[in-house]
């Protein structure tokens, strides 16, 4: 319940946040939201030596469209995701992911950027980018410098990020006609990590058929995961039902969840299933201007 | 190894030497001295501790107190204004929103931010509103209850809606 | 111009006062002047041998002043402490640890955040032995056996039996038919949203120890530490066990845990008062648990439906110490009632008690002394019989009710229950949910491949413990006591010998004094839990709060009434048979102007009082109840499954209830709302498990899964009303009836829901995935 003491850090800048990652290396953890970093930290399973708080730093919490693209802050919270009229209207795969993070209190504080940093398989933010091929902008010594999603994630809680990089934002191509995305969420109970997640961005063209697919999966892997074939089935086809059943087991086999109390790994293979096959439905009806 | 932080709290400024790590429930608890804001678990699950901070319903559980420097923070000791109960407070007793009253600071204090948000919820809202906070005791029919009769309050009388925060 | 509301009135609660202000005084609240405070070093281990303990390091840190340890209490008698069950119980162990997260050693600090570091900066080493966490297993004769310190080397506690093997074995040969079920019902924790803990102070001058304290029982409390400190020079007039606000008991409040002890003796160690709050993870890790009982059940019935006998048997999973505050007699406790709400002809139950690996305990959830594991299994038994002789299991229920004329009825495992009537309630339950509508629906739903399920419960709880001939704690008697005293300005202090923790005493027994004296509730001050005031009792636990203080409550104020009555009659200068009392005062038959009211008399008795009678007006009750009582209800549940993630909905849940007469009509409902939501937990969320080593599943909030405002249905509730004969006040009390009775209802529906694939049973917690599981291997997906 008590962490053990570190020094701290209240950098107003990002090249002084930036500064102190190269001074102390991995004895340094940066803190954003911290419901990630501070709950390791009262259970003593992570004592860093110095802390470098970010919430300091203006100009890290936005959500805007320019330049073709939508672009978030790493620091925008969950819950300012979640409420935003521009995420709901145009991008409803990431309002339906924000809303299903942990709880409402966590989402207040919780950022996309400390999220996707933190790199937990189980962190629904991964997925959804995944699904929505994002590209990571991280900042570092040298200045900046942009990660394609597809290769952010190296491993459990690993990211492509270098010790004395900052993630300062995520951007994805601005939303067009035809477009629909969903995520959906299985949990234990609502506050839970998922016992698994799908998310789903996808285009339809004039004649119904997907133009442009990506799948992401929460929770199902030792990191979140692209289910490539899945997507490349859907693509180029009218999601009818044959197709979404194929692309759904597509899916399924294409994740490796770990059997644990959230229930034997056949079973979350089999919710990857059945959740890809309605989130991709959802999305299409959403493309089409439904729901 | 203090660090000097100056939060504003229920509308009045306090300052106290602290470590980094002091959790800012722990602030509010034993250096401020005001017990109502409360500790139910160790994970972050439970919400006993909910606080607001900058107006946004936090866990003060899982924040440091350093974080809060400059900040406001408003808590369940905020919400009557001169010895007048904020309608959340008044609802909470007219429904039996409340048994044991260990989860109540914070119930009152994640509806209140909620209120603020969804001033005209419907029940699945205010429940969705509160998905953050636990109560062992009363299933959360009358918390719901409560809150509706609380929104209904504010609605008619907006006056009363600001606490010290 | 306050008002007298009495029974069955939804006066809103005194309490809240403090609450919602953020007022209350809960443990962690208390700061006392040089307070330190106390931090637990705990075993990873779940069966060890301790090899070492080094606590120069901790010893070293900046505000440690201590480190206590198992060989350090036993040079004061004090590694060993007494369970409530007359077992033994290590406070810290000398050199074996026999369950994980066991306290091992305590640090002892001026600060919280100083005594959580030497808490980690503590070392032990340990050399594992092998572990036991099945029962089954436990009892084999190749199994280690946990307690060395036992006379008996065996894993086996205790026995119990009741009824009549020969007859019941013999109702089952000549049955027509018979159904069998292996039930699991899995440990579960009761997680209160304050954890347990204590602050301790010991004043070597007056030779007196002050303890607050997070307990449901402040008498029983006193006794003990009298009893198992006395030989240190503790001595029972010099004990002052105070429970303050208490965030939640539940049953989880009442054992002694060992935190308490070591508080008490760093205390006296120091001299300084000393506080033990404990995290979330140590309270679900290591605090008392509930139920863990494997049970192989049968029922046996004729052709037609008439149930005829009852057979159970349960191997009872008590951890590694007999903890379970059950009275004596009963290991497991009320089990027995387990004929529940149906009319046996013959019943024989047998339970054995196991020690494990595990944390002692076994009742600390709401249960009723094993009432919740007892109705569970007969609702289910009951439902598995009716389904599988292709009845309904509302007519099949409505067939073996015991009939409203039988009451008082002596059930077949000796149980004389006092009132009832389970039609009624039934009723009533299948009116408000749309019963046949919903039977219809189901079959419609069916045709379509869709799962719906309804489930029933008819429950028959059993509280109010108890007669001083059947039942005692530690030898301790069950009655429960109520001092009322009336001041010259006719207002009123009642102190009694229970404890409330979210029940609202405050306001309830304030509305019984005001119902049988007019004294308004407004003017009535309720205290509980001071055991230098408060008359003795048995505490708040197992819903006795009702049937036994409540009745005492009831008796003193007729003593006083009675009083009253006397220095009436000399103020009205007439005879006390000429008399009538009218709530609130008393006045000459036929003169009705000729009155006194309750207020005059109470400054008369300080005033005025007649030659011959003492001056005062006051009076103290230990009510002894004659027979404990026997709340029921009916509950129906409607939900439908998910055939693709296996996710249980409850659509509707009604729940009836009879609690007798009621004395706040509001909080009974809070009391049900609650007690629902603590049935809905087991029944789809909570277990605790553990792995082959001992290592706990579940071991905090993150897994262990409380059910928040979204999981929770909208309950909606109903009564009838059955007064119970013999209770002064015809209540018979609600506070676990809802935990006891909702379980099954959820349980069946899911089962119900199933049946025609050829599904029996499914043991709870119905998660996602068991329901999955069940409907793949039954060919059903989406």
Known sequence: MIPASFEYFSPRTVPEAVNLLVRYGQEAKLLAGGHSLVPLMKLRLAAPRYVVDLNRIDGLSYIREADGFLRLGALTRHAEIETSELMRGRYPLLADAARVISDPLVRNMGTIGGSLAHADPAGDWGAAMLAAGAEIVATGPGGTRTIPVEEFFEGTFVTALRPDEILTEIRLPQAGRGQGGAYLKLERKVGDFAIAAVGVALALDGDGACRRVGIGLCNVGSTSLRAEKAARLLTGQKPDDATVARAAAAAAAECDPASDLRGPAEYKRDVVRVLTARAVRLAAQRARGGA | MGTRISVTVNGTVREADVEPRLLLVHFIREILGMTGTHIGCDTTNCGACTVLLDGRAVKSCTIFAVQADGRAVMTVEGLARDGQLHPLQEAFHQQHGLQCGFCTPGMMMAAYAFLQRTPNPTEEQIRWGISGNLCRCTGYVNIVAAIKDAAEKLRASPARAGGRG | MAEAHGMGHAVKRKEDARFIRGKGTYIDDLKLPGMLYLDIVRSPYAHA??????????????????????????????????????????????????????????????????????????????????????????????????????????????????????????????????????????????????????????????????????????????????????????????????????????????????????????????????????????????????????????????????????????????????????????????????????????????????????????????????????????????????????????????????????????????????????????????????????????????????????????????????????????????????????????????????????????????????????????????????????????????????????????????????????????????????????????????????????????????????????????????????????????????????????????????????????????????????????????????????????????????????????????????????????????????????????????????????????????????????????????????
């Open chain 3, 49 to 782: 041998r301790i090899t070492a303990i080094r606590t120069e390091k901790a010893l070293a840190m900046p505000g440690v002043l201590a480190v206590i340890t198992g060989r350090d209490l036993d040079k004061y008698g004090l590694a060993w402490m007494p369970t409530l069950m007359s077992d033994r119980q290590m406070v810290l162990p000398i050199d074996t640890v026999l369950y994980q997260a066991q306290e091992v050693a305590a640090v002892l600090a001026t600060e919280r955040y100083l005594a959580a570091d030497g808490a980690a900066a503590v070392e032990v080493d340990y050399e594992p032995l092998p572990v036991v966490v099945d029962p089954k297993k436990a009892l084999r004769s190749d199994a280690p056996v946990l307690r060395a310190d036992r006379e008996q080397k065996t894993n086996h506690i205790w026995h119990w039996e009741v009824g009549d093997r020969t007859a019941t074995a013999q109702a089952f040969a000549q049955a027509d038919v018979t159904v069998a079920q292996d039930l699991y019902i899995p440990r579960i924790h009761v997680s209160s949203i304050e954890t347990c803990g204590c602050v301790a102070q010991w004043d070597a001058v007056e030779g007196k120890l002050t303890l607050w304290m997070t307990t449901q029982a402040p008498h029983a409390i006193r006794t003990v530490v009298a009893l198992v400190a006395g030989h240190l020079g503790l001595a029972e007039h010099k004990i002052r066990v105070i429970s303050p606000d208490i965030g939640g008991g539940f049953g989880g409040k009442v054992p002694v845990y060992p935190g308490y002890v070591l508080a008490v003796a760093a205390s006296v160690l120091t001299g300084k008062p000393v506080k033990w709050i404990e995290d979330r993870m140590e309270n679900i890790q290591a605090d008392s648990f509930a139920r863990d009982y494997h049970i192989t059940a049968e029922l046996a019935a004729k052709r037609d439906g008439t149930l005829t006998a009852l057979r159970f048997k349960t191997i009872a999973d008590h951890g590694a110490f007999d903890a379970a505050a059950n009275p004596s007699k009963f290991p497991a406790g009320l089990f027995s009632i387990c004929t529940g709400s149906y009319d046996f002809r013959s019943a024989f139950v047998e339970v054995d008690g196991v020690y494990t690996n595990k944390p002692p305990g076994g009742i600390a959830y709401r249960c009723s002394f094993r009432v919740t594991e007892a109705s569970y299994t007969i609702e289910r038994m009951v439902d598995i019989m009716a389904h599988q002789l292709g009845m309904d299991p509302a007519e099949f229920r409505l067939r073996n009710f015991i009939r409203p004329e039988a009451f008082p009825y002596k059930s077949a495992l000796g149980w004389t229950y006092d009132s009832g009537n389970y039609h009624a309630a039934l009723k009533k339950a299948m009116e408000m949910v749309g019963y046949a509508a919903l039977r219809k629906e189901q079959v419609e739903k069916r045709r379509s491949g869709e799962l719906m399920g309804i489930g029933i419960s008819s429950f028959t709880e059993i509280v109010g413990a108890g007669p001083s001939h059947t039942f005692d704690i530690l030898g301790l008697k069950m009655f429960d006591s109520a001092e009322i005293r009336v001041h010259p300005t006719g207002k009123a202090v009642a102190r009694f010998g229970t404890k409330s923790q979210g029940q609202g005493h405050e306001t309830t027994y304030a509305q019984i004094i005001a119902h049988e004296l007019g004294i308004p509730e407004d003017d009535i001050v309720v205290e509980e839990g001071d055991t230098d005031t408060a008359p003795y009792g048995l505490g708040t636990y197992a819903s006795r709060s009702t049937p036994v203080a409540a009745a005492a409550g009831a008796v003193a104020a007729r003593k006083i009434r009675d009083k009253a009555k006397k220095i009436a009659a000399h103020l009205l200068e007439a005879s006390e048979q000429d008399l009538e009392w009218e709530r609130g005062k008393f006045f000459v038959r036929g003169s009705p102007q000729r009155a006194k009211t309750i207020q005059e008399i109470a400054f008369a008795a300080y005033t005025n009082h007649p030659q011959g009678l003492e001056a005062g007006l006051e009076a103290v009750a230990y009510y002894d109840p004659p027979n404990l009582t026997f709340p029921f209800g009916s509950y129906i549940c409607v939900a439908d499954i998910d055939k693709g993630t296996g996710e249980v909905k409850i659509r509707r849940f009604v729940a009836v209830d009879d609690c007798g007469n009621i004395i706040n009509p509001m909080i009974v409902e809070g009391q049900i709302h609650g007690g629902l939501t603590m049935g809905l937990a087991p029944a789809l969320y909570e277990e605790i498990t553990y792995d082959e080593d001992g290592n706990i599943r579940g071991g905090s909030f993150m897994d262990y899964l409380l059910p928040t405002s979204m999981e929770t249905p909208r309950w909606e509730t109903a009564k009838t009303v059955t007064p119970s004969p013999h209770h002064p006040l015809g209540a018979k009390g609600v506070g676990e009836s809802a935990t006891v009775g909702a379980p099954a209802a959820i349980a069946n529906a899911v089962i119900d829901a199933l049946w025609h694939l050829g599904v029996r049973h499914i043991d709870i917690p119905i998660t996602p995935w068991k329901v999955w599981r069940t409907l793949r291997e039954h060919g059903v997906s989406e």
